[in-house]
T-cell receptor, first 117, second 111 residues
Framework: GAVVSQHPSRVICKSGTSVKIECRSLDFQATTMFWYRQFPKQSLMLMATSNEGSKATYEQGVEKDKFLINHASLTLSTLTVTSAHPEDSSFYIC?????????????FGPGTRLTVL | AQSVTQLDSQVPVFEEAPVELRCNYSSSVSVYLFWYVQYPNQGLQLLLKYLSGSTLVKGINGFEAEFNKSQTSFHLRKPSVHISDTAEYFCAVNGFQKLVFGTGTRLLVSP
């Protein structure tokens, strides 16, 4: 149980285009989803927290107009990188927490590697 | 504020040897502690977690960790490692509805 998927696993795009990444909880309802960014050989940096049906809460320094997050249902959250630039190239990981996981147990997706040319 | 320190960025070890990956935390509230493993180009997999109760926590793949409140530590151990344990290991502590991660320790198991 507690499986989280991400799509796509890898994406290459041109500078200036927008890219959407999907995060799905496959066998549980995720009341909260988290989006992280990971640079090579570094730890995970939390970008934002989204609760189903409400606006995402962004961490300090993360541009909300650049990284659009939507959590329209209890099983799906999307991250859209708008007008992507090479510096946005990174590994993006989502995680999800269900109703029963009140002690911050998060289940992670496999990640999406974004390369902006 | 919560924080996590992983003292070793890399730990080399021979196959079948024991290993300990160190983690120290700082928190002003009751803590929940986690160890995650990340294989190359993959997301994180939960190894084990401490929420309450017994301070010795057993996880998957033969790993265990001990919560030590007086030393504010949550070190990860395995009595005999395999080549397949080569990966990045992250310690994390809960902090106001979100996880705070350490910088990670790369475990390198060689034959």
């Amino acid at each position: 149980g507690a499986v989280v998927s991400q799509h796509p696993s890898r994406v290459i795009c041109k500078s200036g285009t927008s890219v959407k990444i999907e995060c799905r909880s496959l066998d549980f309802q995720a009341t909260t989803m988290f989006w992280y960014r990971q640079f090579p050989k570094q730890s995970l940096m939390l970008m934002a927290t989204s609760n189903e049906g409400s606006k995402a809460t962004y961490e300090q320094g993360v541009e909300k107009d650049k990284f659009l997050i939507n959590h329209a249902s209890l099983t799906l959250s999307t991250l859209t990188v708008t007008s992507a630039h090479p510096e946005d190239s990174s590994f993006y990981i989502c995680s999800a927490r269900g109703l029963a996981d009140i002690q911050d147990t998060q289940y992670f997706g496999p990640g999406t590697r974004l390369t902006v040319l | 504020a919560q924080s996590v320190t992983q003292l070793d960025s890399q730990v080399p070890v021979f196959e079948e040897a024991p290993v300990e990956l160190r983690c120290n935390y700082s928190s002003s509230v009751s803590v929940y502690l986690f160890w995650y493993v990340q294989y190359p180009n993959q997301g994180l997999q939960l190894l084990l977690k401490y929420l309450s109760g017994s301070t010795l926590v057993k996880g998957i793949n033969g790993f265990e960790a001990e919560f030590n409140k007086s030393q504010t530590s949550f070190h990860l151990r395995k009595p005999s490692v395999h080549i397949s344990d080569t990966a990045e290991y992250f310690c994390a502590v809960n902090g106001f509805q979100k996880l705070v991660f350490g910088t990670g320790t790369r475990l390198l198991v060689s034959p």
